[in-house]
């Protein structure tokens, strides 16, 4: 069945996979963009998804998804991007590889540490990882679960990052509310640190920091 579609897919790309794009770039994420009206799936890396919270040495928790797509802009954004195709996946997306100004864009991203090497794909990028990796670059420098894992943690409904604190202090319409593991918004519940949003370590914490209690 997934044969099927993924013929299909190439079937409705309005380009065949093994030609080339060119166009301005528009980051979706830090592994997707769209090159003109194409959207594109670099080939080989695996970035953390924009809703992915990573935890720093210190053990503070951000939101590291979308850091490294604002990484991504800030290098990519409006670029002219050249792009080769190889393939396309489950989700009707190009998969290529892309450069602009000659640079590959996996590997400039590989080696700054915004995405991993996803070898799964292809061995092109793991040593441009390795080099990353000893050098601390980017989120080799923080506690980071695999992409990979984290969607297959949220496809689960499990919690896509075991910090040492659980408790999520959302800050929403109805004011700053912590949720805690089981209740019924807690899984869906996203930290996002630029706007205050915090992990906590007790309920006591949270109360004492201004926060309450979700009711469910």
């Known amino acids: 069945m997934l044969r099927f579609f993924s013929a299909l897919v190439l079937l409705l790309l309005p380009t065949c996979v093994s030609a080339e794009v060119r166009g301005a770039v528009r980051v979706i994420d830090a592994d997707t963009i769209d090159v003109g009206d194409i959207r594109v799936r670099l080939h080989a890396i695996d970035a953390p998804e924009t809703n992915q919270s990573c935890e720093t040495e210190h053990g503070i928790v951000f939101a590291c998804g979308e850091w490294a797509t604002g990484q991504v802009k800030d290098r990519f954004e409006g670029r002219i991007a050249q792009c080769v195709g190889r393939d396309a996946d489950q989700y009707g997306r190009l998969v290529a590889t892309c450069s602009v100004e000659g640079a590959d864009m996996g590997q400039t991203l590989v080696r700054a540490g915004l995405a991993f090497a996803y070898?799964?794909?292809?061995?092109?990028?793991?040593?441009?990882?390795?080099?990353?990796?000893?050098?601390?670059?980017?989120?080799?420098?923080?506690?980071?679960?695999?992409?990979?894992?984290?969607?297959?943690?949220?496809?689960?409904?499990?919690?896509?990052l075991e910090p040492a604190c659980r408790i999520k202090g959302n800050i929403s319409d109805d004011g700053r509310i912590f949720h805690v593991p089981g209740?019924?918004?807690?899984?869906?519940?996203?930290?996002?640190?630029?706007?205050?949003?915090?992990?906590?370590?007790?309920?006591?914490?949270?109360?004492?920091?201004g926060w309450r209690r979700a009711q469910r």
């Open 183 to 209: 209740q019924g918004f807690y899984d869906e519940t996203g930290i996002n640190a630029a706007r205050g949003e915090r992990w906590f370590c007790s309920e006591a914490e949270a109360v004492q920091a």
């Open 119 to 160: 070898r799964r794909y292809g061995m092109e990028y793991d040593l441009d990882e390795r080099a990353a990796f000893v050098a601390g670059q980017g989120l080799h420098g923080v506690r980071v679960q695999s992409p990979s894992d984290f969607r297959k943690t949220r496809t689960k409904g499990r919690i896509p």
